[in-house]
């Protein structure tokens, strides 16, 4: 079977990767891919979010499964439309994928069926969210309705910078339509987790847990970025903490979106906050993380189509979804000055190790062949072993063997997980 998967980064290099272990599967095409994936996959120069493009292509090629990586094309809803001509999918419907396309619905969500989640107040008008925050103790945390590319969460240490953000986010639009809404929501603290889970709406499979570094800095210092680097599994995330999550939070939200008619199915991402008074929802995601997968797939036994297959057939409880006991560790290999301004087209060289595993995110081969960087996340180095600090050592050595210039990566992934139990 022709298969295509839609995205071009490094989550998308690693469900390459890791659908390449399946043997009923063809060519896999990737829209649009980039420079490391050309090496796993046939790239197509269509844009994720090019709906039209994605579904003439798929139906030319007779495509027989598709999987839809990113948000923004689950949100404009590319997997109803795939569904729509009988290609069968990995990814929710567009109406499944508001979970994360709107924070207003998630937060409403919560709120009506009782799922831990940060207290909160929704604005549509920016007089109304001035005077409430007269009334707020700091700091506080405002975010915009709709996506925007992981950027539209602002913490606000006092009024002054609240007052702000509401007249970036809701008059000067920094976020364009997506801050016409506002969450302004509670401000938790305590490690954070995430959890992805398989869901076919009936039952739902957690993966391993993993930790992401968000900030550009060591020390979580420095611009939120995309991620600059995962472990796994995460060592604050205990048998019994997993068990109550299952609990208060995993089933009670696939029930709740089954009640509200708008089944999940696919990859659902629960970032929660180890709060003293428990776990609580962050955020949700539709998708896998990105790289929380670099670390989540490659720990991964059971084979992955299968699990997708699964997932879209609704048998996913007849299958046992398995975990190796090892652990690993994402470095993420970025361009100088990201998240802000940096320059593209250098020249990747990467010395061969073994053992590494490299999941391109920003890079692009040149027409004479040359690999390149090409966005702000350059290359994930992956490391594993049995022990949490040898995958950070792995994961380091493989990430030191790239070179470009203006190449940064944070030295701190996963120190904070080595010291869990400590605090
Ligand atoms: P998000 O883009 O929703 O993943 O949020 C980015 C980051 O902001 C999260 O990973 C948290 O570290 C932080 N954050 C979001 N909401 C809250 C909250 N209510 N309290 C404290 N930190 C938060
Ligand atoms: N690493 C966080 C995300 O994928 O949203």
């Known amino acids: 079977m022709d298969i295509i998967v839609v995205g071009g980064g490094g989550r998308e290099h690693t469900i390459i990767k890791k659908l390449r272990e399946n043997d009923s599967i063809q060519t896999i095409y990737a829209l649009p891919g980039n420079g490391g994936i050309a090496q796993d996959a046939t790239c197509v120069n269509i844009a994720a979010t090019d709906l039209d493009g994605v579904v003439k292509f798929a139906q030319e090629k007779n495509i027989g499964f598709a999987v839809v990586a990113p948000d923004d094309p689950l949100v404009l809803g590319l997997a109803d439309r795939l569904r729509a001509i009988g290609i069968p999918c990995f990814g929710p419907s567009a109406a499944a994928a508001a979970i994360e396309g709107s ?50 969460v602002l913490i606000c240490e006092d009024h002054k910078a609240a007052q702000d953000a509401i007249a970036s986010i809701m008059e000067e639009k ?52 995309g991620g600059m680097g995962t472990i796994a599994p995460n060592p604050y995330y205990t048998a019994e903490i997993a068990e109550r999550c299952m609990k208060e939070i995993f089933l009670p939200t696939i029930n709740a979106m089954n009640a509200e008619g708008r089944t999940f199915k696919g990859c659902l991402y629960f970032g929660l906050m180890l709060t003293p008074n428990g776990p609580k929802v962050i955020e949700y995601n539709c998708r896998f993380g990105d790289p929380e997968a670099q670390v989540v797939l490659p720990l991964l036994k059971t084979d992955l189509f299968t699990v997708m297959q699964a997932v879209e057939n609704e048998t996913l409880a007849d299958l046992d979804v398995e975990f190796a006991d090892e652990c690993a560790c994402c470095v993420m290999v970025v361009s100088g000055g990201y998240p802000e301004k940096y320059e593209k087209g250098k020249p990747i060289t990467i010395e061969p190790m073994d053992g590494a595993r490299y999941f391109h995110s920003g890079t692009k081969l040149t027409e004479d062949g040359t690999l390149v960087n090409n966005g702000g996340r350059v290359i994930g180095a992956v490391g594993m072993d049995k022990t949490l600090k040898g995958a950070i050592a792995n994961a380091y050595k493989f990430a030191r063997a790239i070179n470009f210039e203006g190449a940064y990566m944070r030295s701190d992934i996963g120190e904070r997980a080595l010291k869990a139990g400590e605090e």
């Open 103 to 152: 924070k207003v619905f998630s937060k409403n969500l919560m709120r009506k069926y009782g799922i831990p989640t940060a207290e909160y107040n929704v604005f549509s008008d920016s007089a109304e969210a001035l005077k409430y925050l007269k009334t707020c103790a700091y700091p506080i945390v405002i975010k915009a309705d709709g996506l925007a590319l992981g950027k539209g």
């Open 174 to 225: 920094i976020f364009g339509e997506s801050g016409s809404n506002v969450v302004i929501e509670e401000f938790l603290t305590g490690p954070e987790v995430s959890v992805l889970a398989f869901t076919d709406g009936n039952v739902v499979k957690p993966m391993v847990s993993s930790m992401d570094h968000k900030r550009a800095l060591d020390g979580d210092q420095g611009l939120n970025t």
